[in-house]
């Protein structure tokens, strides 16, 4: 349960874990052992949803010492290349990132980290609000690809973790109305919990059948549609429902190839946008929940300790709940 296994740098730290939350790459990988052209060729620590206390510091580090919480952003940089000198260093091909191969993860008792990827939480802000900082960084990232701002209207395609953050974020960023589609009739639910402004639930309609509902609901075609799912019809039905001259951003991801309206979207100018996780979005999510202007703690629905892991991870591959977590701290098992 001790993640250390290079050298400690002068600009690392060490962590007791304190909370980790289970994303379902990290279930994905543990079932098919790879996810597209990330491929577990040897045993791999899973988890990245993280957050912990600094036990040690390297010497170069400054800004942290030990005993101060921390959420921890998953992937660093492994060189200052073009993507991290404008500022996208998510996009960066030799990137480290927890819990995609050959890259450790931080589901353990003690974990190394580099110094520069761990942000001081705010006393008011709980372990498990540091470790959701790292699913809420996908809906910050993404509703800042789509631009929702001032008056959106907003469609966000599925009801997972994702999706809810999703809801989460463009409420706070200004967003008039939401809907949020989804087969799961519990999972829209939690999606009015936390802000949706209108559900519709999912059944054997055609992509164009969901589209009109969304329309219908909205009382007008979204502007921006979010697509979490990754499931072909979800996107051609994000392609039909949005605004001619808006926006789909893809953030869930299915199969490599699928097939789509291609021809829809292009007369209509719908711009199509991918994100790939997140880039600058911690000190945004901290300084969010340091205020209170968002509440992620409902996203949270069932807790294990480290010990009972397999079972946690049996938890979110059944889909029961949102967000299953983990507490590797024996010591400390308050959220």
């Avoid at 992937?75 to 500022?87: L, Q, T, Y």
């Avoid at 001032?150 to 994702?162: E, Q, T």
């Avoid at 590797?328 to 098992?333: H, I, L, T």
Wanted: glycine residues 10%; proline residues 6%.
């Amino acid at each position: 349960c001790v993640n250390t296994s290079l050298a400690f740098g002068t600009q690392e730290v060490l962590l007791r874990m304190h909370s980790v939350g289970i994303c379902g790459s990290d279930v994905h990988y543990w079932q098919h052992g790879r996810i597209g052209d990330f491929v577990v060729k040897e045993p791999m620590v899973l988890g990245h949803e993280a957050s912990g206390t600094v036990v040690k510091v390297g010497s170069g580090v400054t800004h942290l010492k030990p005993g101060d919480r921390v959420a921890i952003e998953p992937g660093v940089p492994r060189e200052v290349d073009e993507f991290c000198k404008s500022g996208r260093y998510n996009l960066s091909p030799t990137i480290f990132f927890c819990a995609t191969p050959p890259d450790d993860g931080n589901l353990c008792r003690y974990y190394k980290h580099s110094a520069s990827y761990c942000y001081k939480l705010p006393d008011n802000v709980t372990f498990e609000e540091g470790a959701l900082i790292e699913p809420l960084s996908v809906g910050i990232h993404a509703c800042k690809r789509a631009g929702v701002t001032l008056g959106s209207k907003v469609f966000v395609s599925g009801s997972g973790p994702i999706g809810l953050v999703n809801v989460i974020i463009a409420k706070m960023m200004g967003a008039a109305s939401v809907v949020v589609t989804d087969i799961s009739a519990s999972r829209l639910q939690k999606a009015k919990e936390v802000g949706a402004d209108f559900i519709v639930q999912v059944k054997n309609e055609t992509p164009q059948e969901v589209a009109s509902k969304v329309e219908s609901v909205l009382g007008c075609m979204p502007e921006i549609t979010v697509e979490c799912t990754g499931v072909q019809a979800c996107i051609q039905a994000g392609i039909y429902a949005t605004r001619s001259g808006g926006t789909l951003v893809l953030v869930g991801l299915g199969p490599e190839m699928v097939t789509v309206p291609i021809v829809n979207a292009a007369v209509r100018e719908v711009d199509i946008r991918g994100i790939f996780r997140y880039c600058n979005t911690w000190p945004v999510a901290i300084a969010l929940l340091a205020s209170k202007r968002i509440n992620v703690k409902p996203l949270v629905t069932h807790r294990f300790p480290l010990e009972k892991a397999l079972e946690a991870f049996e938890t979110t591959k059944r889909g029961e709940g949102v967000k299953v977590m983990l507490k590797c701290d024996p010591n400390d098992q308050n959220p």
